[in-house]
Structure formats: structure tokens, C-alpha cells
């Protein structure tokens, strides 16, 4: 049988499995959005986030807009029993991120088809958008990952 995990569920799981997103100082938590619980990501930008030195790393806004659209379209699937993976994504870097700034990211659904999921999204600071992203994700049964160990 396979498990269907609400978001918080989800949440609760990828806390246990995301060591990347953990290491590069995500932080994930649900916020209540015109009375609709959604899932943002956040990140204080650190020294270790640097390229020059005011400027946060392309890499580090790269990894970030990855994790922001595929743990909303991962929230989707797994309301279905399904986990994800990331097909491809494209990435428009609008403005730098400096050292200090606190940023914020979230996404939504744009398509869901049987197999593909498509999701946008957007990374913010206090100055305003920083970058905004695109990707298509696979979606396949939670089953076919070895999660035992995390109870799923």
C-alpha cells in the first residue's frame, strides 16, 4: 500500500532525509498565505554563501530555487503517494543577494500531468526579487525509494 503524507507529514520527513539543504542553511517551514498553508524555504546569506565579498554565490541561489521548486511540487506528490525528482529547471538571476540578507522562496504548481509535474518560483531578500525559476519534475511511487527506515 503506498503511504499519502500531508504537509506537514512531508515536512516532517524531509527534515530526517535533506542533509544538502540542511548543510547549506535552508531552513523549511509552512506559512498561512490568504487562509492556504504553503511551504517556503528561508536563508540567512552567511559568509560561506560568498563569492566576492558583499555577494552571495549563483551556486548557493541555484541550489536554493532547486529545493524551493521541488519541495512544493514534492508536497503535491506526495498527497498522491509519490515522490520526485528534478528533470530539469531554468534560472533567471534578477538581482545579487548580499551578505546579511535574508532570503525567502516559494513556489507553486503550474501543470501536473500524469508523470510530469511543472512548477515556478521565486527567491526574494528585503531589497526584492532576487531570481526566479522554472522546473519540470518527474513524479514515481514513493515505493520505489527505500524509506523504511524513516516510516514511510
Given amino acids: 500500500m503506498t503511504k499519502k503524507m500531508n504537509q ?27 487562509e492556504n498553508k ?7 546569506v552567511e559568509t560561506k554563501h560568498l563569492s566576492s565579498p558583499q555577494s552571495c554565490h549563483g551556486g548557493v541561489i541555484a541550489a536554493m530555487m ?5 519541495i512544493e511540487t514534492l508536497a503535491c506528490a506526495a498527497k498522491e503517494g509519490n515522490l520526485c525528482s528534478t528533470v ?8 545579487p543577494a548580499k551578505l546579511g540578507d535574508i532570503l525567502k522562496g516559494q513556489a507553486q504548481i503550474d501543470f501536473k500531468g ?9 527567491i526574494t531578500s528585503q531589497g526584492g ?4 525559476g522554472t522546473g519540470t519534475f518527474n513524479l514515481y511511487p ?3 525509494k527505500k ?3 524513516f516510516d514511510v
Fill in 88 to 95: 530539469e529547471f531554468k534560472l533567471n538571476f534578477i538581482q
Fill in 147 to 149: 524509506l523504511s527506515d
Fill in 66 to 70: 532547486d529545493a524551493v521548486l521541488g
Fill in 114 to 122: 500524469k508523470s510530469l509535474v511543472v512548477t515556478s518560483g521565486t
Fill in 129 to 132: 526579487l532576487v531570481a526566479k
Fill in 8 to 34: 506537514t507529514e512531508l515536512i516532517d520527513l524531509f527534515d530526517k532525509i535533506s542533509h544538502f539543504d540542511k548543510h547549506m542553511g535552508l531552513e523549511l517551514y509552512e506559512v498561512d498565505s490568504n
Fill in 142 to 144: 514513493i515505493h520505489k
Fill in 38 to 44: 504553503k511551504i517556503e524555504y528561508s536563508l540567512k
